[in-house]
């Protein structure tokens, strides 16, 4: 059975997901989605569990879901993966806001993915969904075998993610949700970057963004 765990951190209370397989022995391989902040924190608390750091993924290059990954790249030596289209940001600390912040931070992905590609990391397969608006290269990670979404800020709980900041683009966004989102199985469990989970079903009937 695949499981998710979260721990919410940084600045603006970010949700930093990890997802394995409960049935592993000894110590079990994750996957880390959003590494906001605080790498070495991160790496000793899924240690201090019994996890073990197979590849760490990202939405997108905000800094607020990115100011994690160099250390916690460095401690486990897992690969960073990241859409394709989001190499601009994640490299400009301009681009990705983190200069705003007093926090300027670049960092360049082990493995850039394309749209409707599907990895498997840690024994889990996971399709790439392109998701543009947010930031160019927005993307969300769809788990078919768990019925999962990790949706980044693409998509909230009745609320979409902003779209004023460097490459972001209002209209794009709501494309993106109801063409590439909204197909999914209503039941599809939806999680956030910022807020509680969500599903597919719920956002389609009551998200005044997208309805």
């Known amino acids: 059975m695949i499981k998710i765990g979260r721990i919410v951190i940084g600045a603006v209370q970010t949700n930093c997901y990890f997802l394995y397989r409960e049935e592993q022995e000894g110590e079990r391989d994750v996957i880390v989605f959003d590494p906001a902040d605080l790498g070495q924190y991160l790496f000793d608390k899924l240690k201090e569990k019994g996890f073990r750091v197979a590849g760490i993924c990202l939405t997108h290059g905000h800094f607020d879901h990115i100011f994690g990954t160099g250390k916690l790249r460095e401690l486990s030596g897992a ?50 969904i392109a998701t543009p608006g947010h930031t160019k290269g927005s993307c969300c990670y769809y788990v078919r075998e768990a019925g999962m979404l990790i949706c980044g800020d693409t998509l909230f709980q009745e609320s979409v993610g902003r779209a004023d900041l460097p490459t972001g683009n209002e209209g794009t966004l709501i494309r993106s949700i109801r063409e590439r989102l909204f197909p999914l199985p209503d039941e599809t469990v939806c999680y956030p970057g910022h807020g509680d989970q969500t599903t597919i079903g719920h956002e389609k009937q009551y998200n005044p963004f997208c309805c």
């Open 79 to 128: 690969k960073l993966y990241a859409y394709e289209q989001e190499e601009e940001l994640l490299t400009s600390a301009a681009r990705n806001c983190s200069d705003q912040v007093g926090r300027p931070y670049e960092v360049d992905a082990d493995v850039y993915l394309r749209d409707e590609e599907e990895i498997t990391i840690a024994g889990i397969t996971m399709k790439v």
